[in-house]
């Protein structure tokens, strides 16, 4: 059973920074995609960032120029540097792993990482 265990979260103050990291375990194929997404109260998750096996990256408007998502195809780990965080990215982020094959598309999560931002 494929295994995503996130961290890195916490509190913190706007304009910090906190950087999340999420590693799999137990997989015997490679990703085609690992990103993260994330879910504040009351409302929809929606993607933040997400990075393609060949390097590829792309992000929500609301943090371009502020997150960088990065990984480390040899230890299966994703990481999400978010630089000058603001009240508005407070959420629990979750880790998202996707393998696109013969067969159906497979999407793995984590647990989710909270993230607090005070004013």
């Known amino acids: 059973q494929v295994q995503l265990v996130e961290s890195g979260g916490g509190l913190v103050q706007a304009g910090g920074s906190l950087r999340l990291s999420c590693a799999a375990s137990?997989?015997?194929?490679?990703?085609?995609?690992m990103g993260w997404y994330r879910q504040a109260p009351g409302k929809q998750r929606e993607l933040v960032a997400v990075?393609?096996?060949?390097?590829?990256?792309n992000y929500a408007d609301s943090v371009k120029g502020r997150f960088t998502i990065s990984r480390d195809n040899a230890k299966n780990t994703v990481y999400l540097q978010m630089n000058n965080l603001k009240p508005e990215d407070t959420a629990v982020y979750y880790c998202?792993?996707?393998?696109?094959?013969?067969?159906?598309?497979?999407?793995?999560w984590g647990q989710g990482t909270q993230v607090t931002v005070s004013s």
């Open positions: 990075i393609i096996s060949g390097g590829s990256t």
């Open positions: 998202n792993a996707r393998r696109v094959w013969a067969g159906p598309t497979q999407d793995y």
């Open positions: 137990r997989i015997t194929f490679s990703f085609n995609a």
